[in-house]
């Protein structure tokens, strides 16, 4: 039984698609969201990454906007340029 070589570039592919989840340009980590290969905003409380609408949408929020600003001195999520 040896390993065959398709199989593993199969099974490299289906956990690199799950993977980029919440990862720099991957996916948006918002599950509900999920946005392909538009994750640019840095969440510096859950260390993942967000699409900009996301992000935006999380650095508005009435309860982190104060929160973010008290822990980090700026907003939540911040752009990666
Ligand atoms: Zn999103």
Same mark, same amino acid.
């Given at each position: 039984?040896? %390993?065959?070589?398709?199989?593993? $570039? $199969?099974? @490299?592919? =289906? *956990?690199? /698609? *799950?993977?980029?989840?919440?990862? %720099?340009n991957?996916? &948006? @980590? *918002?599950? /509900?969201?999920?946005?392909? @290969? /538009?994750?640019?905003? #840095?969440?510096?409380?859950t260390?993942? #990454? #967000?699409c900009? /609408?996301?992000?935006?949408?999380?650095?508005?929020? *009435?309860? @982190?906007?104060?929160?973010? %600003?008290?822990?980090?001195?700026?907003?939540? &999520?911040?752009v =990666?340029?």
């Open positions: 039984m040896g %390993l065959d070589k398709n199989d593993l $570039f $199969f099974e @490299n592919a =289906v *956990i690199t /698609s *799950i993977d980029d989840k919440g990862e %720099l991957g996916k &948006c @980590n *918002i599950t /509900s969201c999920q946005k392909p @290969n /538009s994750a640019t905003w #840095y969440n510096h409380s260390q993942k #990454y #967000y900009p /609408s996301c992000a935006k949408r999380l650095n508005n929020d *009435i309860f @982190n906007k104060p929160a973010a %600003l008290d822990m980090f001195g700026h907003d939540l &999520c911040t =990666v340029k």
